[in-house]
């Protein structure tokens, strides 16, 4: 039997761009507002198995930033094609690799901005939850409730924003998908191009979770682009170093802001 493989799970994909895009602001606190974001994202590749799986999402974001927090709803509906299946961060045997489609799982988080606390860093603490909704027997979760904590730090200094995160998950498991726990990990930084655009450069590592799988590691550029006070559009592609990671990935988001 295939051992299992892993892959960087479209609601962790939610969460560096939430990460991303607070961080890209963090010179200034934002007013009170609600944002909502769509587009799409795209992923491939063979995870230690024989043919490809192919994941293509349409998220909705939804957000709300008041004072020092920032409160985020993430949904998507998916498309997947292959043997592997998405599992939390990862992903693990499907019990067909046949075109499925449904809803996602669901993550609500909650971030708290500190300000500059250490050495002019700032350390924001983010709790996420991800809720069960994606389908178990097609293959489209894992009908578990998973729990992630992590710490963001990053810094502007004059047009350059260095940041890295450190984060521990504690996965729901059960007799199909025996999952293990552990910490994850990333690093970068923004560079404002211009007032209104700024270009991000990140790398992802994540311990693996299922026994006999490696370890996540995945590479990320991303271009955001403030087309005025209330849109954003935003760019990504990402390349992965391991069977836990996609080969390749891709996707834009167009946020608004009221």
């Known amino acids: 039997m295939k051992t299992p493989r892993l892959l960087l799970s479209l609601g962790a994909l939610a969460t560096i761009t939430v990460a991303l895009l607070a961080q890209s602001t963090a010179m200034s606190e934002p007013a009170p507002a609600f944002t909502v974001a769509s587009g799409l994202d795209y992923s491939r590749g063979d995870y230690g198995f024989p043919t490809d799986t192919e994941v293509l999402s349409f998220p909705l974001d939804l957000g709300y930033e008041s004072g020092s927090w920032i409160w985020r709803a ?14 939390g961060d990862g992903a693990a045997a499907r019990p067909t690799a046949n075109s499925e489609s449904g809803v996602g799982d669901i993550y609500l988080s909650g971030t708290y901005r500190t300000g500059p606390v250490l050495g002019g860093f700032s350390l924001d603490p983010t709790i ?10 097609r293959g489209l979760g894992t009908g578990e409730t998973d729990v992630y ?38 690093g970068g930084a923004h560079f404002r191009a211009s007032p209104s655009t700024i270009v991000t450069t990140s790398v992802s590592w ?4 299922i026994a006999g799988g490696s370890n996540t590691s995945d590479a990320m550029i991303a271009v955001t682009h403030d087309v005025d006070a209330r849109w954003r559009v935003m760019g990504y592609a990402l390349k992965g170093f391991t069977n836990a990671s996609p080969d390749i990935g891709a996707g834009v988001r167009v946020t608004c802001r009221f």
Do not use: C, W
């Not at 993430?74 to 599992?87: C, D, E, M, T």
């Not at 990053?154 to 521990?168: D, E, K, L, Q, S």
């Open 206 to 209: 994540g311990q693996r979770m």
């Open 74 to 87: 993430n949904l998507s509906h998916l498309r997947i094609k292959g043997p592997a299946a998405i599992v």
């Open 149 to 186: 904590g992590q710490l963001d730090a990053y810094r502007t200094i004059g047009n350059v924003t260095p940041f890295a995160t450190v984060g521990y998950r504690a996965l729901g498991d059960n007799t199909t998908y025996q999952l293990k726990d552990g910490v994850y990990a990333s």
């Open 128 to 137: 996420r939850v991800k809720l069960p909704t994606a389908s178990e027997s």
